[in-house]
């Protein structure tokens, strides 16, 4: 694993457990601010749509000045977001801020700042990975690395605020910023400017539709899964204790061990990773369609977030490969973005298609993986990197 990328994956690590932490304490909370289902709801549907706007701006910064402006910039609204998020809190617990005040402090500091900041160091992270590697199985590990530190981060963000309630409530988010501050002096210490070739790279926009179709898909297929969950295991399992936060458990260490273990242990190239990934998360949808009970459904979610984790890799990979040294920055925003996106479309989907019918979200993935696996079919050009100095 290349020096550089390593003080970025401690970061995405840390400031993804944070987001995980901030989102689990936020719903408690909503009933200390008096908020509404709705309002709540806002407040995770801005942090989406901030990730998915600002990534490719991130990336375009990236590509003009440098990884450290964008960590700057990036990593202090991940400070602001958080430090906002917990005064909004206080004050309105005090009554200083009226309750709707205080929904416009949420929505703003934990919605739109922090969603904007957390874009930023995914965003570096990919980048740093496409220009610290110098041949196609490094540039897909590395990429894999990034997707297994912020799976981590994801698993253990819970975890922490679990230790951290038992003393209170409010510490977690007050831990929050703090954490948050400690992440940014240490990156912007050890983060040093990563020298990039000049060579020339032809692309031709219209080969990258079939690679980013893909991996649209695959997040949207994750996007509705993650949300039907919720739904499956308050009607399957009814009074099974844990069941969800079991669910959710599967799909994250699939994810970690896909992008963490097996992508570095089969060194298979990009499209390979698509091609296989995305079948493994159609077979995964199908045996979730027919889980009776938590155990089963477990091991289906695992079974598509291993494929899932896959593939999503691969397409990392592939949309790295595609370009060189200068564009690995705005590539990289766009890759952030994607994803960013199916968890602005995904849930509202999701919805929708229970009403109508309870399996329907479960298909509806399914399809958008069989829908990925033929697109990844359809033969790509890349860029070979070569070693740079």
Known sequence: MPRSLTPLLAALLVIYSLHQLLTSVVAPLARELSLTTTQLSLVFTAASVATTLASPLWGLLLDAAGVRPVLVAGLALCVAGPAGFAAAVAFAVDETLTPDLAFVMVLVFRGLLFGAGLASVLVAALAVAGLSTHSVVERTRAIGFVGAAQGLGIVLGPVVVGVLAVASLWL????????????????????????????????????????????????????????????????????????????????????????????????????????????????????????????????????????????ITGFGAT??????SGRQGLMAGLVTATGGLTFIIGPMLSALLYEVEPIAPVIAAGLAAALATGLSLVPAAQHVPRPVG
């Open 319 to 324: 949309a790295s490969l595609w370009v060189g």
């Open 172 to 311: 977690p988010l007050y831990v929050a910023p703090v954490v948050a501050l400690l992440v940014a002096v240490l990156v912007l210490v050890t983060v040093k400017p990563v020298e990039r070739s000049q060579e020339p790279v032809q692309v031709r926009p219209l080969e990258l539709v079939p690679a980013f179709g893909a991996g649209f898909l695959l997040y949207l297929s994750l996007a509705i899964l993650q949300t039907v969950v919720v739904y499956l295991a308050a009607d399957r399992v009814r009074g099974t204790s844990g069941a969800l936060e079991g669910l959710l458990f599967a799909s994250g260490i699939g994810l970690l061990l896909a992008q963490g273990l097996l992508v570095p242990l089969l060194k298979w190239s990009p499209a390979r990773l698509v091609r296989i990934g995305s079948p493994v998360a159609v077979a995964g949808c199908a045996l979730l369609a027919v889980s009776p009970s938590s155990a089963l459904m477990s091991l289906a979610f695992l079974v598509v977030s291993l494929g899932i984790g896959l593939a």
